[in-house]
Every structure is written in C-alpha cells, then in structure tokens.
C-alpha cells in the first residue's frame, strides 16, 4: 500500500513511520473503521518509549543503584496485553483481507472486549 517513493526509502533503511497518519491509512486501506488509528493512538507514547530508550526503557532496568530487572505488575500486564494486541491486529487484518466479514467483526468484537484498556 507505499509509495514507490516509501519503498526506496525502506530499501535505503531512511523511511520513518508517521505515527499521527499511519493508523488511519491502515485503516482506509483495509476498511477497518478506526481499529488501528485507536490501537496506535493508545500505545504510541509507551511503544516510542520502550523502543528508543526512552525513561521507561531505562527505568526499568534499575531498582536505586542496582541494575537490575524493575517491572512493576502493571507493567508486566501490559506487556502481555500489548502482545495479546498484536495476535488480535494481525488475525483483524488477515481476516479483512481474506474477506472473511463475519470472522472480522468477531475478532474486532473480541478485541474491544478483552484487548483494550478498561
């Protein structure tokens, strides 16, 4: 669904993901209402700063001085939800694509039910 432009710059490893658009153009693409622009939009800060060594990144990794390992439960659970997410986003679109209606609504059904934050 890029650019030929987006794929030049994959191949020259220059592209970036516009976290602002990029839910919606998932979305139009593969008429998924607003499922990936609310996922996006839920998880981007934390995404962001577990990925490119933000403070929660490095927060994690001392208790005081110590370095070790420092998740608090929440942050476990998270963790899991976000990676039960991911199961959820990838079967969504499989089954959007494949044109599977009724297994698409149930999956997003179930997502809005056990994926997403109370």
Sequence with gaps: MGS??????????????NFSTVGKE????????DF?????TGARNSLH???????LQLGSRFSGTD???????????????????AAFLVSNLV?????????WRKCEKLFEEWGRHP
Excluded: C, Q
Excluded at 26 to 33: E, G, L, M, S, V
Excluded at 36 to 40: A, M, N, S, T
Excluded at 95 to 103: S, V
């Design 4 to 17: 030929d432009e987006d794929v030049l710059k994959l191949r020259n490893d220059e592209y970036r993901t």
């Design 26 to 33: 998932i979305d139009a693409f593969f008429r998924t209402d």
């Design 36 to 40: 990936f622009e609310g996922f996006l």
């Design 49 to 55: 700063s577990y990925t490119h060594a933000g403070l």
């Design 67 to 85: 370095l070790v390992p420092n998740y608090s439960k929440g942050e476990i659970i998270e963790v899991v939800r976000t990676s039960t997410s």
């Design 95 to 103: 089954t959007k694509h494949f044109g599977f209606e009724d297994e």
